[in-house]
């Protein structure tokens, strides 16, 4: 079981970008899944996570309202969309499956605001 995220860059403050994490193999199709990340010298933190079904999401305070969490089943993927975008968005961010204890981790992707 791998996960493969994409879609980090360099975005001026205000600006978006769609993060995509894309999972191989069918067992991890129905699982929950979250995005989770890391700035430079901090804690990794969770970002958003939705159900299996895709009914039920949540994010953290400092997101909410700028973030958007969705998947696609069919395509076994599951993407971030980050609109209005901070300079302390900043961070690597990690795509996660399998909670509550997130066994599965890709990558990570890097997503760089400039003020």
């Known amino acids: 079981v791998q996960l493969q995220a994409s879609g980090g860059g360099l975005v001026q403050a205000g600006g978006s970008l769609r993060l995509s994490c894309a999972a191989s193999?069918?067992?991890?199709?129905?699982?929950?899944k979250g995005w989770f990340r890391q700035a430079p010298g901090g804690r990794r933190e969770f970002v958003a996570s939705?159900?299996?079904?895709?009914?039920?999401?949540f994010y953290a305070d400092s997101v909410k309202g700028r973030f958007t969490i969705s998947r696609d089943n069919a395509k076994n993927t599951v993407d971030l969309q980050m609109d209005n975008l901070k300079p302390e968005d900043t961070a690597v961010y990690y795509c996660?499956?399998?909670?509550?204890?997130?066994?599965?981790w890709g990558q990570g992707t890097q997503v760089t605001v400039s003020s």
């Open positions: 996660s499956a399998d909670p509550p204890t997130w066994e599965y």
């Open positions: 193999g069918r067992a991890l199709s129905r699982a929950g």
């Open positions: 939705i159900s299996g079904s895709g009914e039920d999401k």
